[in-house]
């Protein structure tokens, strides 16, 4: 996998660190946990910004269909977790936080038991409150996110989850099931006839024959779903794959694209269990392949991944839930200092004529006002015994899931992707090497494969 840590030295450095690891509670004895699902409508407004306005995508012109938060708080432990999945593109920075903040105070636990993470919708909002804020001090062109909105939706997302506190359920066991998804997600780098890379293959490139007939390369062809439940009981199922979701976008036609149209196709199935579904670490894996970019491919894309989740379901077994140990590990990703990435290069960009240019700007330096006071994020992650839960920040690629699952080669490592997103471009570091041309300006970090092992290695150890 390119990585720079082999496998025996990553576990060796989980020996070292089991035995007292940052960010790890003690388990209860004998705890009974309860589940509370929530769910909150976060579709924007006619006319607003989609993608930041960080890309040629319109504003929203149409609903085509809602976008929404769905989650979880899961109490029973030192203190309550919340994991929610929001029909968002990405969320930025101090608007991170304001979210796990705010869904912090209304589930009576701290900031980083919060695990947000973004299905990452291109037709759909992208907010980063500090990068607006940067704009209209320059008097940019360019429009981001409309702030009171945000703050609307991170309130309503809390009030669901208050509300649901009161109905929360018994939790006694947890299910894990898996299945292939087939003929759904390819690379975004592939070989040329001459063995050269490219990395072109996005997520609307399978009408290119060249494309379409490379292998589908590095991909975890294994869509992951883990379920709590009351006795026999289900109560709730929470899906993870590793690909980026657009059928097609630029449109400004909001839709929760076809994860969140299958999520609600599973949903329909069994109204009793709630379906959460959530995008793993898919930076550098696209539809690409399968996909041209046809409107009539969206339901065919929906299919095959609801087929997945159905076989996952019909796959699912169960183990009395003993334990949910939160995990966190820093993470320190430096920011990047290329031409055109220092604090100079950017601050003259917002002078620019293209809003695009402006909002990338505006971005990357809300990005390194943070980076620059020395701020971290955090790898949390959530230990079931029999499975384990993991968030990563950014378009982390997906080397990085498939080095997690490796790390606990006996156990069920799910991992979500899309949380802290301000770096944009989580990449390995072949990609650098060979000039990945998706880091050229969604990239606000440097190389991370260091950070981002060492921190997966000490949230994945297994304690003595």
């Given at each position: 996998?390119?990585?720079?840590?082999?496998?025996?030295?990553?576990?060796?450095?989980?020996?070292?660190?089991?035995?007292?690891?940052?960010?790890?509670?003690?388990?209860?004895?004998?705890?009974?946990?309860?589940?509370?699902?929530?769910?909150?409508?976060?579709?924007?407004?006619?006319?607003?910004?989609l993608l930041a306005g960080a890309t040629v995508t319109p504003p929203a012109s149409r609903i085509d269909d809602p976008l929404f938060a769905k989650g979880f708080v899961l109490s029973g432990g030192e203190r309550p977790i919340?994991?929610?999945?929001?029909?968002?593109?990405?969320?930025?920075?101090?608007?991170?936080?304001?979210?796990?903040?705010?869904?912090?105070?209304?589930?009576?636990?701290?900031?980083?038991?919060?695990?947000?993470?973004?299905?990452?919708?291109?037709?759909?909002?992208?907010?980063?409150?500090?990068?607006?804020?940067?704009?209209?001090?320059?008097?940019?062109?360019?429009?981001?996110?409309?702030?009171?909105?945000?703050?609307?939706?991170?309130?309503?997302?809390?009030?669901?989850?208050?509300?649901?506190?009161?109905?929360?359920?018994?939790?006694?066991?947890?299910?894990?099931?898996?299945?292939?998804?087939?003929?759904?997600?390819?690379?975004?780098?592939?070989?040329?006839?001459?063995?050269?890379?490219?990395?072109?293959?996005?997520?609307?490139?399978?009408?290119?024959?060249?494309?379409?007939?490379?292998?589908?390369?590095?991909?975890?062809?294994?869509?992951?779903?883990?379920?709590?439940?009351?006795?026999?009981?289900?109560?709730?199922?929470?899906?993870?794959?590793?690909?980026?979701?657009?059928?097609?976008?630029?449109?400004?036609?909001?839709?929760?694209?076809?994860?969140?149209?299958?999520?609600?196709?599973?949903?329909?199935?069994?109204?009793?269990?709630?379906?959460?579904?959530?995008?793993?670490?898919?930076?550098?894996?696209?539809?690409?392949?399968?996909?041209?970019?046809?409107?009539?491919?969206?339901?065919?894309?929906?299919?095959?991944?609801?087929?997945?989740?159905?076989?996952?379901?019909?796959?699912?077994?169960?183990?009395?839930?003993?334990?949910?140990?939160?995990?966190?590990?820093?993470?320190?990703?430096?920011?990047?200092?290329?031409?055109?990435?220092?604090?100079?290069?950017?601050?003259?960009?917002?002078?620019?004529?293209?809003?695009?240019?402006?909002?990338?700007?505006?971005?990357?330096?809300?990005?390194?006002?943070?980076?620059?006071?020395?701020?971290?994020?955090?790898?949390?992650?959530?230990?079931?015994?029999?499975?384990?839960?993991?968030?990563?920040?950014?378009?982390?690629?997906?080397?990085?899931?498939?080095?997690?699952?490796?790390?606990?080669?006996?156990?069920?490592?799910?991992?979500?992707?899309?949380?802290?997103?301000?770096?944009?471009?989580?990449?390995?570091?072949?990609?650098?090497?060979?000039?990945?041309?998706?880091?050229?300006?969604?990239?606000?970090?440097?190389?991370?494969?260091?950070?981002?092992?060492?921190?997966?290695?000490?949230?994945?150890?297994?304690?003595?």
């Open positions: 996998m390119h990585l720079p840590l082999t496998r025996r030295d990553a576990l060796g450095m989980m020996a070292a660190l089991s035995g007292g690891m940052f960010g790890v509670e003690s388990p209860a004895a004998e705890t009974e946990f309860r589940l509370a699902t929530f769910s909150a409508d976060v579709t924007p407004p006619l006319g607003h910004p919340v994991v929610v999945s929001v029909d968002w593109c990405e969320i930025r920075n101090d608007a991170y936080d304001r979210w796990r903040d705010v869904l912090a105070e209304a589930a009576g636990t701290s900031r980083e038991r919060v695990l947000v993470t973004s299905i990452h919708q291109h037709d759909a909002p992208l907010p980063d409150l500090e990068a607006q804020r940067i704009l209209e001090k320059h008097g940019c062109q360019a429009c981001l996110f409309d702030l009171e909105f945000h703050e609307r939706v991170v309130q309503s997302v809390a009030k669901a989850l208050r509300e649901s506190l009161a109905r929360s359920q018994r939790v006694t066991h947890i299910g894990i099931g898996q299945a292939q998804v087939k003929e759904l997600a390819s690379n975004r780098r592939y070989l040329d006839a001459d063995g050269q890379p490219h990395f072109d293959r996005s997520s609307m490139s399978g009408g290119d024959s060249v494309k379409h007939n490379a292998p589908e390369g590095t991909v975890d062809p294994w869509l992951k779903t883990l379920s709590f439940w009351n006795g026999e009981t289900p109560l709730s199922a929470l899906s993870t794959y590793a690909i980026h979701p657009m059928s097609y976008w630029g449109t400004g036609w909001v839709t929760s694209d076809f994860p969140g149209l299958a999520r609600e196709r599973r949903q329909a199935d069994d109204r009793k269990v709630f379906q959460i579904y959530a995008s793993g670490a898919s930076g550098n894996v696209t539809a690409g392949k399968y996909n041209d970019g046809r409107h009539d491919n969206r339901p065919i894309l929906t299919r095959k991944l609801y087929d997945a989740m159905t076989a996952a379901w019909k796959d699912t077994r169960k183990f009395p839930l003993t334990t949910a140990e939160f995990r966190s590990a820093p993470l320190r990703l430096e920011p990047r200092n290329h031409p055109g990435f220092t604090v100079e290069d950017l601050t003259k960009l917002l002078s620019h004529s293209d809003p695009r240019k402006q909002s990338l700007a505006a971005l990357g330096l809300s990005w390194r006002k943070r980076a620059d006071a020395g701020h971290k994020l955090i790898v949390p992650a959530i230990d079931f015994g029999k499975a384990q839960l993991v968030l990563l920040p950014g378009e982390s690629y997906v080397e990085y899931q498939l080095l997690a699952q490796q790390l606990r080669p006996d156990s069920f490592v799910m991992v979500m992707g899309y949380g802290e997103c301000a770096p944009g471009y989580v990449s390995i570091d072949r990609a650098w090497k060979e000039d990945d041309g998706n880091l050229r300006d969604w990239c606000w970090v440097g190389p991370s494969e260091v950070a981002m092992t060492e921190a997966l290695t000490t949230v994945l150890a297994t304690r003595k």
